[in-house]
């Protein structure tokens, strides 16, 4: 049988590079070891010859040695090390790590190529357990920067996620023994013909498969279109992701050490953590739909992953209603507020049939690729990626829920038969009467997802110093600051997560020019002190928006941390808080949810007094570091926007001095605090209180 192209270029390449190295003198003792595409005899007409000259002890070589490869068409990557040396850079480098884990030996002392490769692999299996996160962490970072296989338009066959690279991390977890190894390697010689195609049809070094060698690729490979080569490439690297998000769960299951194995630790009511994965509790109230996005909000918010069997049960649960609880609403949001886990907690939910229950015009976009040459993912992802984006600037926004949800949504009306703005205008609308937004608030996602694409057009059109395209943009806005705010941050994030050059400098100047020139045409926001009813010193009753209110007075407003240290120790939730001063003291609401009983458990007033009266619970951690944004409005309120995370509340009360009024929310995973000072605050001085109480720069 003739060998296919494939094969036959990787033979010729291979034939090449050996015979190159058969022309190395090596000194005497020493080995010559290989690794890479050499090592595993994958070696394309354009690969790098990784080399690395073994000996017994660290001597200086003669550079010359590698002229037969630097007069050759191959580039040379080579280095000099003695086997302790490269068992030190196991540890050091996870990048190097794997490629020292298919050290092969070439020629010379072959024995002291059997013992750099030993002590490779002894120190990989010593010290891989302890810092498994670390090394995660690596893999975690390529797939940012690389994208995935899966979802991407020109897919990174190397680097990308379900690539190359992620055959090679199988592998090394396998022989870290945290793993066992899968069975892909039809996966694996598809993914190697085509890179090894790529490369001989680009004449040169090349991991980005672009549609336009995709087709000539697809012929020598026997299908009948580039579509049908991106569909079983497509299924090959879900083969391969599949593989590696299974290995990297066994992985870190064995390899985590925490300090109380075992115990559960609760996230949300009937979800815990229970060793590193978001868990459901011993008896959860499976009949509650809730309960996935609980989990889910959990999943994003502490960064952890499901547990197989935490999926499993969900798949159980009753739909949703078609008006979401309250509880559920906001939890949706917070799913959507990690930059960092987002995108990843709704994959898992969609590979599992779990996110469109939540989100049911998801199904019109799965896997869809975009009509316009400039999108470098499919529809599903690229609203993913846009909603990470949104996530990272969501203190700069007053109403970082608004924003994600215009994120997820202003592209899903793709791919139909009318302007996909007016179809994700519709789609969104729906999304904020099952969410619950109040009718101002659904038509400014609405406005915006339809939008969205505005000041991209005006700044393609217009000098954005116009009066012209003022006009136009307020009219776009509705003249609503919010909406403003909305499209300003939206526009950006979407240009940068669309593709390379998308984001232009003129584009940005554009949108930060209409942005302030559209908020200082508007009447400046102001603000007026809560309505609060707090008939006893303490007390607790059901909310109207499926939550708790717990009502207080006091007689300073830092006395309240005593009631927040009660929250902390009861593992309830501190949504929200409106305080002011009276004549006789200060009164104070404060919205709970309790993440280890149900309401009606919670509902218990004597227990709640009797923990405040006990003053056992006095205090409340610091909370730790995070992205922080203040801005000042009229007469004297200032705004504090930053990551909700806990007792930042707290922390806030404590680094101010007597407010007039506060309110405190927490709308996409964002802490909203406002406080109302008199005439003689010092405001820089309050700025710097509170920004060093909340651990910001």
């Known amino acids: 049988m003739t060998p296919s192209k494939p094969t036959q270029l990787r033979r010729q390449a291979l034939e090449r590079a050996t015979e190159i190295v058969a022309h190395l003198n090596l000194p005497a003792g020493t080995s010559l070891a290989a690794t890479g595409s050499f090592a595993r005899e994958e070696m394309t007409p354009h690969s790098d010859l990784d080399l690395i000259l073994l000996c017994p002890e660290a001597v200086v070589v003669d550079e010359s040695l590698w002229y037969p490869v630097w007069d050759s068409p191959l580039r040379l990557d080579a280095s000099i090390r003695t086997p302790e040396e490269c068992a030190a850079m196991v540890t050091q480098d996870d990048r190097a790590a794997l490629a020292l884990l298919e050290l092969t030996h070439i020629s010379g002392d072959e024995l002291l190529t059997d013992q750099a490769r030993s002590g490779v692999l002894n120190a990989f299996r010593r010290t891989l357990p302890g810092r498994f996160d670390e090394f995660a962490s690596t893999a975690v970072a390529r797939w940012h920067r690389s994208g995935s296989l899966v979802t991407m338009t020109r897919p990174d066959l190397k680097h990308g996620r379900g690539g190359l690279r992620d055959l090679e991390l ?25 890179r090894v195609l790529l490369h001989h049809a680009a004449r040169r070094s ?20 580039r579509h049908a080569l991106f569909s079983a490439l497509v299924s090959a690297a879900t083969e391969v992701d599949n593989a590696v998000t299974r290995a990297l769960d066994n992985a870190r299951s064995l390899s985590r050490r925490r300090i109380r194995r075992g115990t559960s630790i609760p996230l949300a009511l009937d979800v815990v953590d229970r060793d590193g994965y978001v868990s459901l509790s011993r008896t959860p109230n499976l009949a509650d739909p809730a309960l996935l996005t609980r989990a889910a909000a959990a999943a994003a918010r502490y960064g952890l992953p499901f547990h197989p069997t935490t999926l499993s049960a969900m798949r159980g649960l009753p739909e949703f209603p078609d008006r979401l609880p309250a509880a559920a609403a906001r939890d949706v949001f917070a799913l959507l507020a990690s930059a960092e886990h987002s995108p990843r907690v709704i994959n898992e939910l969609d590979r599992e049939g779990l996110w469109s229950r939540i989100i049911p015009e998801w199904d019109s976009v799965r896997g869809r690729m975009p009509a316009e040459p400039s999108h470098i993912h499919t529809i599903d992802q690229h609203s993913l990626v846009t909603v990470a984006g949104c996530a990272a600037k969501r203190t700069e926004v007053a109403r970082p829920d608004l924003l994600l949800l215009t994120a997820l949504y202003h592209d899903l009306g793709k791919g139909q038969d009318r302007p996909h703005e007016e179809v994700g205008a519709e789609m969104v609308a729906g999304a904020a009467r099952r969410l619950g937004l109040n009718l101002l608030d659904t038509e400014r996602v609405v406005t915006s997802v339809r939008e969205h694409t505005t000041l991209a057009k005006l700044a393609a059109r217009h000098d954005p110093y116009s009066d012209e395209a003022l006009t136009q943009f307020l009219s776009a806005c509705k003249y609503d600051s919010l909406t403003v705010e909305l499209l300003s941050t939206l526009s950006l994030v979407d240009a940068a997560s669309t593709g390379p050059g998308v984001l232009t400098r003129s584009l940005a100047h554009a949108v930060h020019v209409l942005g302030e020139r559209a908020r200082a045409a508007l009447s400046p926001t102001t603000f007026a002190a809560p309505s609060i009813s707090a008939p006893e010193p303490l007390g607790i009753r059901r909310g109207e928006a499926g939550h708790l209110t717990v009502y207080w007075q006091g007689a300073h407003h830092k006395d309240v941390h005593r009631l927040i240290a009660v929250f902390i120790a009861k593992a309830w939730e501190l949504n929200s808080l409106r305080m002011k001063r009276t004549d006789s003291g200060v009164i104070a609401e404060c919205d709970v949810m309790p993440t280890t009983q149900t309401l009606e458990q919670a509902l218990d007033a004597p227990a709640l007094v009797q923990s405040y009266k006990s003053k056992v619970h006095t205090g ?19 705004e504090v926007r930053t990551d909700d995370r806990r007792a930042v509340i707290g922390a806030v009360l404590n680094a101010v001095e007597n407010p007039e009024w506060v309110t405190a929310s927490s709308p996409g995973g964002t802490s909203v605090i406002r406080l109302s000072f008199a005439d003689d605050v010092d405001r820089t001085q309050v700025e710097r209180n509170v920004t060093s109480a909340l651990g910001s720069r």
Not at 208 to 225: Q, S, T, V
Not at 620 to 633: D, E, L, S, T
Request: glycine fraction near 4%; charged fraction near 25%.
């Open 170 to 194: 199988l592998n090394a977890l396998a022989l870290g023994n945290l793993t066992d190894a899968p069975d892909l390697k039809e996966q694996r010689r598809l993914l190697a013909d085509i």
């Open 206 to 225: 090349r991991d980005i498969l672009d549609p336009e060698f995709a087709a000539d690729i697809a012929l020598e490979l026997g299908f009948a279109d």
């Open 620 to 638: 409340f951690p610091q909370p730790q570091p995070g992205a922080c944004v203040v801005r000042w409005h009229l007469p004297r309120v200032l």
